[in-house]
Structures are given as C-alpha cells and as structure tokens.
C-alpha cells in the first residue's frame, strides 16, 4: 500500500501557497521523491502554464514566438498565424482532421484579420480535478494561445453533460471555451468570426496574455 506524501509551500512564480509532493509512503517506509524543479517549486497553475507554453511553442515550430508581442508588431506575424494551417499542422490521420465546418473555421480564422494565432486539434497538458486525479487530457478543436481561449465546433454526438464537465475544468486551469454549431458555421460564417473577434479582444484587453495564466492575472490584480 502506497500513499503520496505532501507539505504546505509557495510557489516560486505567483507566490500562491500549494500542497507540494514530497514522497510517498512504501509499505510502511518513506521514500523521498526527486522530482524535477517544474514539479516541485511551481503550484498547479503555474505548473500548467509552464507546460502549455512549451507545447504551442512546440507546436509553431519557431523560437521566434517567444516574444509574442515582439511578433505582433513585425510584418511577420500575419504571415506566420498563416503558416499554421500548412507547416505547423500535423498529418493526422482522416478521423483527427475535425468535420468539414471544424475545418472550414479554422482555415477562416487563419487566414482572417484577428490579431491572434491559432492551432487547430491542439492538445492540452493534463489537468487534474478530484475526480480525475490522474488527469484528463483534452483536445480543443481550435485553440488561440494569446488569448487562452478554447474554440469548439459542436455537432450532434456532443453531451451537454461531458462538455459543461469539460468546459469547468478548462476553466478551472484559465482557458474560456466558446462554442458554435456546425449550421451556425455554414450559414452564419461571418457572425461567428464577428462573435469570436470580439471575444478575443475583450480577453486581450482584460489584461491575458501568452505567458501568464488568465487565473494569476485576475487575483494579481
């Protein structure tokens, strides 16, 4: 029989006090855990936050975009959120390309004048809640980095259950989803680029940016 062992901390980054790991009790013994710095000195969100950084930088491909703001004002940027249609979208296999209206947003969205970037099919760092304490790992339809914003193109297999679920942990982590319906997609295209374009600039101007969790901005403030 094993159990975790933890003690009260403060995390190296936003100050917030956290239950750090510490071991784990083995048959009666205390194992001590060496655990890499990410693990032990940073709480869960700034932990998360560490982690999402890296995959969307992983994900663009490109070191350049360790300066967002830096990128923002080069003539570069439009020409980068570009590429990620082409260059930095993986080949996945049929079934993992999303339907056509998912498909349809993305290239829209890409290739439209939002001053942000976005990933299509991105995968997020595990997250953990009481009742997933192992984790859960989700993969947004769309995702806008600068933003922390989760895009979701809903069609009929969709629970309204399993997504309020899936909706509340992002949220707990910092990320918003919006969601839009395949018809509203189809007929109403340019609303849906004029309701997400409006979403984005309310979150940019509310102070969230790329590298810093929307959640630790809030209370910081």
């Not at 995968?123 to 790992?137: D, Y």
């Not at 990320?175 to 309701?195: D, G, N, W, Y």
Request: glycine share 6%; hydrophobic share 35%; charged share 25%.
């Amino acid at each position: 029989m094993t159990e975790t062992l933890y003690e009260q901390a403060h995390c190296v980054t936003c100050g917030r006090e956290f239950m750090k790991e510490v071991g784990v009790m083995l048959f009666g013994s205390i194992e001590k855990r060496c655990l890499p710095f990410e693990y032990t000195e940073l709480c869960e969100l700034c932990r998360f936050t560490v982690f999402l950084q890296s995959a969307v930088l992983e994900r663009l491909g490109s070191e350049r975009t360790t300066s967002v703001e830096g990128l923002k004002s080069s003539t570069e940027y439009a020409h980068q959120k570009r590429l990620l249609s082409y260059d930095a979208y993986p080949k996945l296999h049929l079934e993992r390309q999303g339907t056509i209206p998912e498909q349809r947003l993305f290239q829209t969205l890409c290739n439209s004048l939002l001053n942000s970037r976005f990933i299509h099919q991105f995968e997020l760092p595990l997250i953990t809640s009481p009742r997933f304490p192992t984790g859960k790992q989700y993969r947004p339809d769309i995702y806008a980095p600068d933003a922390w914003l989760a895009i979701e193109v809903d069609g009929d297999s969709h629970s309204p259950a399993k997504d309020l679920e899936r909706d509340e942990m992002l949220f707990g982590v910092g990320i918003k989803t919006v969601r839009f319906t395949p018809a509203q997609v189809r007929h109403h295209l340019h609303m849906v680029i004029e309701s997400l374009g409006d979403e984005l600039r309310a979150r940019v101007a509310s102070g969230i940016v790329f590298d810093r969790n929307p959640l630790l901005t809030s209370r910081a403030g």
